[in-house]
């Protein structure tokens, strides 16, 4: 069994920072790609960041030059520093990895978090 476990959201005033962490653990052999989404109210889920094993990143075009992405891999965590923060960027986070599970025949599969919700107040 797997389970991603975020951390680090809360309510903020406009131009503040929050950093976002989420540890993933269990039955786990590898992970590749961690990353994060985002969902608003009446909106579908969208990417925000992410980082591959080997340190690339990604982000959208809304949240480049104020998000940063990094991840620990000794401890299977990944951040999500969020600076210069936006009512809009306000949402339910989730934590998503691409993994492989341990066993005889490791297996890649995709988990996610259960959300933390991030509020950004004008």
């Known amino acids: 069994q797997v389970q991603l476990v975020e951390s680090g959201g809360g309510l903020v005033q406009a131009g503040g920072s929050l950093r976002l962490s989420c540890a993933a653990s269990?039955?786990?052999?590898?992970?590749?790609?961690m990353g994060w989404y985002r969902q608003a109210p009446g909106k579908q889920r969208e990417l925000v960041a992410v980082?591959?094993?080997?340190?690339?990143?990604n982000f959208a075009d809304s949240v480049k030059g104020r998000f940063t992405i990094s991840r620990d891999n000794a401890k299977s965590t990944v951040y999500l520093q969020m600076n210069a923060l936006k009512p809009e960027d306000t949402a339910v986070y989730y934590c998503?990895?691409?993994?492989?599970?341990?066993?005889?025949?490791?297996?890649?599969?995709?988990?996610w978090g259960q959300g933390t919700q991030v509020t950004v107040s004008s």
């Open positions: 980082i591959t094993n080997g340190g690339s990143t």
């Open positions: 269990g039955s786990i052999f590898s992970i590749n790609a």
């Open positions: 998503n990895a691409d993994l492989y599970r341990s066993g005889i025949l490791p297996k890649l599969g995709t988990y």
